[in-house]
């Protein structure tokens, strides 16, 4: 699906000129966050990519693995049927039903 351009847009046009605006070179309208804002946030970003990220590409590359196939018949959803069942949902204004915690648990067991 598309959209009509907004009004008064023409191709290869900066974003001032749509805007309207006048691009001048002066200086950064807003000032710079200070320190005891940025101390913190640039900690939690160091922690981010030092600690948590390691892990989380390592828990990536398990999830991507291929899982063995649990023995017997397996009913799996396809995409159009899941489409569906969402469709279907949508039209009807009804949320999606949530599973028990328990029955969450037996198919993370059983793959």
């Given at each position: 699906?598309?959209?009509?351009?907004?009004?008064?847009?023409?191709?290869?046009?900066?974003?001032?000129?749509?805007?309207?605006v006048?691009?001048?070179?002066?200086?950064?309208?807003?000032?710079?966050?200070?320190?005891?804002?940025?101390?913190?946030?640039l900690?939690?970003?160091?922690?981010?990519?030092?600690t948590?990220?390691?892990?989380?590409?390592?828990?990536?590359?398990?999830?991507?693995?291929?899982?063995?196939?649990?023995?017997?018949?397996?009913?799996?959803?396809?995409?159009?049927?899941?489409?569906?069942?969402?469709?279907?949902?949508?039209?009807?204004?009804?949320?999606?039903?949530?599973?028990?915690?328990?029955?969450?648990?037996?198919?993370?067991?059983?793959?």
């Open positions: 699906m598309s959209f009509p351009p907004p009004t008064g847009y023409r191709a290869r046009q900066f974003a001032h000129a749509v805007a309207g006048s691009k001048g070179r002066r200086e950064n309208k807003t000032p710079p966050a200070r320190a005891e804002v940025m101390a913190p946030l900690t939690a970003t160091l922690l981010l990519i030092r948590i990220a390691p892990l989380a590409l390592a828990l990536s590359k398990t999830c991507e693995a291929p899982r063995p196939q649990p023995p017997g018949p397996v009913r799996t959803a396809t995409t159009a049927r899941f489409e569906r069942a969402v469709r279907a949902h949508l039209a009807a204004g009804l949320p999606l039903e949530q599973e028990e915690e328990r029955t969450v648990r037996s198919k993370l067991i059983h793959g």
